[in-house]
């Protein structure tokens, strides 16, 4: 059997440091397993374009492993090429970057480590919170470039407390997040999802459901992105969505890059609709050298808080991840039930309304 896994390249970094697992160094740790079982074993990077290593191989693999970090995009071409392929893997949380309408058509399975790293992703999203609202990044760079101004960058600095912060998805991730905010003594915490949040959670945290994603941004200093990428998200934050936000408020995504619309936000920073924007997902992955999310800023010089995206794969997260995969893994070669939490699109239908409510 033949299972190919698209990875990141780690180089010396993942040479030096073993707990880098979701590296094509590394290969999840699998490689001897897999080897023992007599089981063929691709691992790369490449995954772009018809001569990549990836279209070459997906044609005969039975079982495909990817990860959000370096997406391997298998869309619905593909997986008409790939005539022996049953089960996607994705080695951490977050499965848009697969054609999941066209598995649930092909009856190719799609499983995600569940809550792998929904806890790394939750302390991010805070720490781009603080960071926004302090203005620790200009901050910083005056240190670095040899410059004491206090008032350059304190004239733009606040507090968390007292301010009104709001998730858009309030799944594993928001919720966590929320959680981690209470401490800080918000004003309120607002929540837009189509789930309800079963009432003991949501008095737990103190949290308040509003109707739509509208009302939500109107009313918040702070926005999160926390849902996934689907159909009904793509592109949710554009021109009209931020025109409706609170001049002046920081928005955090650590969800997925294209929920944003790239030239919509870089606009909404530079005329200070927006006074921060931070997050380490990308419309394109990895992101080209010219992205404008790279170096826009406010009219200040800040409020920019972008990072490669790592949210999800600190070496703790690695290595629930890359246990979690070769459980589902196991399970499949051993025809053994998956955990139900994990399963994104079982035989021919979704498991899950998390992408969508189809
Ligand atoms: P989850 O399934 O537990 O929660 C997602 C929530 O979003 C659900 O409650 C769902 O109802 C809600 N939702 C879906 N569509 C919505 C919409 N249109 N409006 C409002 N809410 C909507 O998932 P999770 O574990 O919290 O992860 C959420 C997402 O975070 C993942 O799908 C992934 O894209 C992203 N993520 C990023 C990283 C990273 O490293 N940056 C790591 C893990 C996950």
């Known amino acids: 059997m033949k299972v190919l896994a698209v990875l990141y ?18 290969k999840l740790g699998m490689d001897k397993w897999l080897a023992a079982r007599g089981h063929e074993f691709i691992v790369t990077s490449s995954k772009e374009g018809p001569n990549s290593d990836f279209e070459k191989h997906i044609v005969d693999a039975e079982v495909l492993i990817t990860t959000p970090f370096h997406p391997g995009y298998l869309t619905r071409e593909l997986m008409e090429k790939a005539q022996n392929l049953k089960i996607c893997i994705t080695a951490g949380v977050g ?6 309408n066209a598995a649930v058509d092909h009856k190719i399975q799609v499983l995600e480590v569940s809550g792998s790293n929904v806890t790394s992703v939750a302390e991010h999203a805070v720490m781009s919170m603080l960071l926004l609202v302090r203005n620790f990044v200009p901050a910083h760079e005056m240190i670095e470039r040899g410059d004491w101004q206090v008032s350059e960058v304190a004239r733009n600095a606040f507090d968390l407390e007292g301010k009104v912060i709001g998730t858009i998805g309030a799944g594993r991730i928001g919720y966590r997040i929320m959680q981690r905010l209470l401490p800080f003594n918000p004003k309120e915490l607002l929540y837009y ?17 509003v109707g739509t994603v509208e009302e939500l941004v109107s009313q918040c200093d702070i926005v999160t992105v926390n849902c996934p990428l689907h159909e009904g998200t793509r592109g949710m934050i554009n021109d009209r969505l931020l025109s409706a936000f609170k001049p002046g408020a920081w928005l955090v995504n650590t969800a997925r890059g294209a929920i944003c619309d790239e030239q919509a936000v870089a606009k909404a920073l530079a005329r200070g609709q927006l006074r921060g924007y931070a997050g380490d997902v990308w419309n394109v992955q990895p992101a080209p050298k010219d992205h404008p999310w790279r170096t826009m800023k406010n009219p200040l010089g800040g409020g920019n808080g972008m990072v490669p995206h790592y949210s999800g794969t600190t070496l703790d997260a690695q290595a629930r991840y890359a246990s979690g995969t ?16 994990n399963i994104i699109v079982g035989a021919g239908k979704y498991e899950t309304t998390s992408y969508g409510l189809h």
């Open 9 to 26: 390249n780690g180089f010396k970094a993942a040479i030096e440091e073993p707990r880098l697992l979701g590296t094509v160094e590394n």
């Open 95 to 100: 499965s848009d970057h697969i054609d999941l």
């Open 193 to 209: 999802d189509y789930h309800e949040i079963p009432p003991e959670a949501e008095s737990a945290v103190n949290c308040k459901r």
């Open 326 to 341: 070769k459980t589902i893994l196991e399970n499949y070669l051993d025809g053994k039930p998956q955990a139900h939490q």
